[in-house]
């Protein structure tokens, strides 16, 4: 008689057919958590076909272009279809649930066990385009005010409404572009056309009066020409080369407070040669006094009428100096040469989100709680001027030893 080992061959369990990754160890030691999983399996999938058409994430986008156009034929030619089209629809839904029951579900159940890879892989998909599906609303932190906005915006774009309704639109044509726009409102070319509407001012600022939401009213500060042509400097072809090499370090969102200053960009020009894009945020303050109004005299343990606003340290009146004091640095090491970005101060929108004409944000008498608009309780006020400098730091060719 042999002594090799016979081992016998028996039908793998649930449990164990949902085994093909490390994560499935979790479901070979919970068996009613595997079968679970593999009875609901079929209609993850139909879950997540119906996210993947919704969404615009399958491969195969006429299958969403064929939705739509059918969507379209029906709703706005119901009225001529609706004799006919009735018994084939239903014929078709019928035919088309007996196909699934028998096919799909069939299959997943007892035919083709779904591994652990494909039940996890179905699950992330779902999560994945959900998070894409509520992703509008997400980031969106509303509040009471917003509400009272969107409250007053709708009865304002009301006689609107009715107008387009009346003279402009039928009823079952506006019913049907709102249809085409949910139906499409993840598609690509939807994305690129909200985008480019986006870049319009005058969407956005529509957008914030009706909302009320915390919109970025400007397109941020993008220089329109190279304000540092006029720096003197020498280029070497090694310099040249290094220039194509190296890109942009922008940081505008990690800004980092240098001084009197924010960096806002840096460059690499070549191994000695370094170019930073810095902005000067000045603060004018002032508190009102009874008997005087709005003055620039302030109490003597705050702030100055015009302070920087990362330090709160005593500033220049922008509007009043002319040559403006560069910050200086002793370092034998370097040089700096400062260059204007901007011809001139300018106030800053997003400081007071563009609803006071002159750039004002008021705070009460300790510079809290800050408002966008005049009242009883509003004893100080502060508003923003900004202006961008080009900096170039070049290393000495000669260090002077003490």
Same mark, same amino acid.
Request: charged share 20%.
């Given at each position: ?5 016979? #081992? ?34 079929? #209609? ?6 119906? =996210?993947?058409?919704?969404?615009? $994430? ?17 709703? =706005? ?9 009735? %018994? ?12 699934? $029951? ?13 591994? !652990?890879?494909? !039940? ?35 009865? =304002? ?29 993840? /598609?690509?070319?939807?994305?690129? /056309? ?55 370090? %922008? ?48 109490? %003597? ?16 009146? %922008? ?29 800053? /929108? ?26 009883? /309780? ?25």
């Amino acid at each position: 008689m042999s002594d090799s080992a016979v #081992y016998a061959v028996f039908e793998p369990t649930e449990a164990h057919l949902l085994s093909t990754l490390p994560q499935a160890k979790l479901l070979v030691d919970n068996p009613i958590l595997a079968s679970a999983l593999a009875n609901i399996f079929p #209609y993850i999938l139909f879950i997540d076909d119906f =996210l993947e058409v919704v969404t615009w $994430t399958n491969d195969n986008p006429y299958k969403n272009l064929l939705l739509v156009s059918a969507y379209s034929v029906l709703w =706005l030619y119901w009225s001529k279809f609706r004799l006919w089209i009735i %018994p084939i629809l239903a014929v078709l839904a019928f035919l088309s649930l007996v196909w699934t $029951t028998s096919s799909v579900i069939y299959d997943s159940k007892f035919n083709e066990k779904p591994t !652990v890879d494909e !039940v996890l892989r179905a699950l992330h998909n779902i999560t994945v385009r959900f998070e894409l599906l509520l992703r509008p609303a997400k980031h969106l932190s509303l509040q009471k005010k917003n509400y009272v906005t969107m409250a007053v915006g709708a009865l =304002l774009i009301t006689p609107l409404h009715l107008a387009v309704m009346k003279w402009i639109l039928l009823p079952q044509t506006y019913v049907w572009w709102i249809g085409v726009f949910v139906l499409t409102y993840h /598609s690509p070319f939807a994305y690129a /056309s909200r985008r480019l509407l986006w870049r319009s001012a005058y969407v956005r600022r529509c957008t914030y009066w009706l909302t009320g939401l915390k919109i970025r009213l400007d397109r941020g500060e993008v220089s329109t020409k190279r304000a540092h042509e006029t720096i003197s400097r020498a280029h070497t072809p090694n310099s040249a080369d290094v220039q194509k090499s190296l890109d942009l370090v %922008p940081i505008p969102n990690k800004a980092e407070m240098v001084n009197d200053f924010t960096i806002t960009q840096k460059t690499i020009l070549s191994s000695t040669q370094l170019r930073q894009s810095v902005r000067f945020d000045i603060l004018e303050n002032e508190r009102r006094w009874i008997g005087l109004g709005w003055s620039k005299y302030l109490l %003597p343990n705050e702030r100055s009428c015009f302070c920087y606003e990362a330090l709160m340290a005593p500033a220049p009146d %922008p509007n009043a100096s002319r040559h403006f004091r560069f910050p200086v640095f002793a370092d034998d090491l370097y040089t700096y040469q400062w260059q204007w970005m901007d011809e001139e101060w300018h106030l800053d /929108s997003d400081f007071d989100r563009g609803k006071d004409k002159e750039g004002w944000v008021y705070y009460d008498n300790n510079w809290d709680l800050p408002r966008y608009y005049d009242g009883f /309780s509003r004893y100080t006020r502060a508003r923003k001027w900004t202006r961008r400098a080009i900096l170039l730091i070049d290393k000495r060719s000669e260090v002077n030893d003490a």
